[in-house]
């Protein structure tokens, strides 16, 4: 059985059946109507349109762009050290040398007195941070600020010359099918543009960090991306490539975005010296269940659950109560904790934000100062000494201001662990930064200074319970 095969040819937009092939049963058609003819697609029709190309776009930000090389050196410790047998014989030989470790990532330069925007992860630990343009020019450069939890750095080129910048944009205006670029150095090997669309927003739990609302992309991103520019097409940066989805170590076409609205807020507090800040709110927020939705007669699970609320704190000022809903802040609508920190994280400081809430059965706005996080208690920092399980260990009182600049929940309290001295007691016994000291041989520990003085008293053995990672642990020391 033979198969007949139809030949269409496209003229002017209007589809018709070329006829003479010799197709048996080919019936002439009349030409598409003009409206429905505009709506088919069609090959390009004039050399204008052939001739559609990224480049001019790519000319105008791609200089911006920049390699960001960072080095750390690493002490290696033989496996042989420590043994009296072998340092005996080889003596200094045993001892540690140093290693230089070196990682790769990219950049964005955003003020022309040379600030560049890359990712936390990027520099992380360096010594040295050097940036190279994509004219092959290198600079020294200085971390000027960093923040892990939302995975950002900013860095000052060593240089009084002006650079090229990508504006940034407001991505709120972003829609999800807008065209973009993604410009980088995947795999070191040189700077390299990919194209493809925006394919979500507010993306959430994809764990990179916990700014929780991710431009998701299916633009390449490759390792060596990071830090890199995701730019609209009119060559503005909406966001900085962050993290990939990958089962390969390759680009899959899932690719996420730090929005530029939180790059902005970031690069703002580097401008004024300042370190990025969180505004203070004094509660904990959790998802809406399906089953919380249909108790409170919601149409869909949305918004963010008020689970506590400190005293004296904005939030209780502005009177949410555990139970309420937070629906929308400045009239952005609020689908779980993460947006909700989003909206915060990026809205600034002082200043007064609208939130609309559903409180017993009632819609209602209120108001909510955005303040600094306040250091109540005071840290009082002290140096733990002794024949204790805690000596080198730092200790301050946990308060609001310590936490977000150990970069921890602003909602945690008690005595926490700043620093370990390196060799101490405490480090052996496996204390770390922001461990939070619980107890001590079965009494809590009410602040540093109580610690210091219960440590002072002596004990035949310890025992202590310490909170890691939203984890309770607990040690015993004879």
């Known amino acids: 059985m033979g198969f007949g095969v139809l030949g269409f040819l496209v003229i002017g937009g209007v589809v018709a059946p070329l006829a003479g092939l010799g197709v048996p049963g080919a019936v002439a058609q009349a030409p598409l109507p003009l409206a429905q003819a505009e709506a088919e697609p069609r090959v390009p029709e004039s050399r204008a349109e052939i001739q559609l190309t990224y480049a001019p776009l790519v000319r105008q930000t791609a200089p911006a762009v920049v390699n960001v090389y960072a080095a750390r050196q690493v002490q290696r410790r033989s496996p042989f050290a420590g043994d009296p047998f072998f340092e005996q014989f080889f003596g200094s030989r045993m001892q540690s040398r140093p290693r230089v470790e070196s990682s790769l990532g990219s950049g964005v330069l955003v003020d022309s007195s040379g600030l560049v925007v890359t990712n ?3 520099i992380e630990g360096a010594d040295e941070v ?13 971390i000027l600020t960093r923040d892990a939890r939302v995975d950002l750095a900013v860095l000052r080129i060593e240089s009084d010359e002006s650079f090229p910048i990508v504006p940034i944009a407001d ?6 099918g ?6 980088g150095n995947p795999f070191g090997i040189g ?20 700014s929780g609302f991710f431009i998701q992309t299916d633009a390449a991103i490759n390792p060596g991306n990071s830090g890199g520019a995701l730019i609209d097409m009119r060559g503005q940066l909406i966001g900085v490539n962050t993290a990939i989805f990958s089962r390969s170590g390759g680009s899959m076409g899932i690719g996420f975005a730090i929005p530029s609205n939180m790059v902005r807020a970031f690069v703002d507090a580097a401008e004024r010296g300042e370190r990025f800040q969180r505004p203070y709110v004094g509660a904990s927020f959790t998802p809406v269940t399906p089953d919380i939705a249909e108790a409170l007669g919601m149409a869909r ?21 555990p139970g309420d809903v937070v629906l929308s802040m400045d009239g952005f609508a609020i689908d779980g904790p993460d947006a909700l920190g989003y909206r915060l994280a990026t809205a600034g400081l002082g200043r007064t934000a609208t939130l609309e809430i559903l409180s017993a059965d009632e819609r209602r706005s209120v108001p909510l100062q955005l303040v600094e996080a306040p250091e109540t208690p005071q840290r009082d920092e002290r140096r733990l000494s002794g024949n204790t399980p805690f000596e080198g260990a730092l200790v301050a009182n946990l308060s609001p201001r310590l936490a977000d600049e150990l970069e921890m929940q602003q909602t945690k309290r008690g005595v926490v662990v700043t620093d370990v001295e390196r060799g101490s007691t405490a480090m052996r016994f496996g204390l770390q930064p922001k461990d939070i000291l619980l107890a001590l041989n079965g009494r809590p520990i009410a602040s540093s200074a109580k610690l210091e003085a219960m440590l002072r008293g002596g004990a035949r053995g310890w ?11 607990t040690q015993t020391v004879r």
């Open 301 to 321: 699970p949305s918004g963010a659950l008020v689970a506590s609320v400190s005293e004296d704190a904005p939030a209780a000022a502005a009177g949410l109560r």
């Open 191 to 210: 700077q390299t543009v990919t194209s493809g669309i925006v394919s979500a927003l507010a993306r959430s739990h994809v764990g990179v960090n916990d």
């Open 463 to 473: 025992r202590f319970e310490i909170e890691r990672n939203g984890q309770r642990l």
């Open 171 to 176: 991505s709120d205006a972003t829609q999800i």
């Open 120 to 122: 936390n992860h990027v």
């Open 178 to 183: 807008d065209l973009v670029l993604a410009i």
């Open 130 to 142: 050097r940036v190279a343009l994509a004219d092959g020019r290198e600079f020294n450069s200085t």
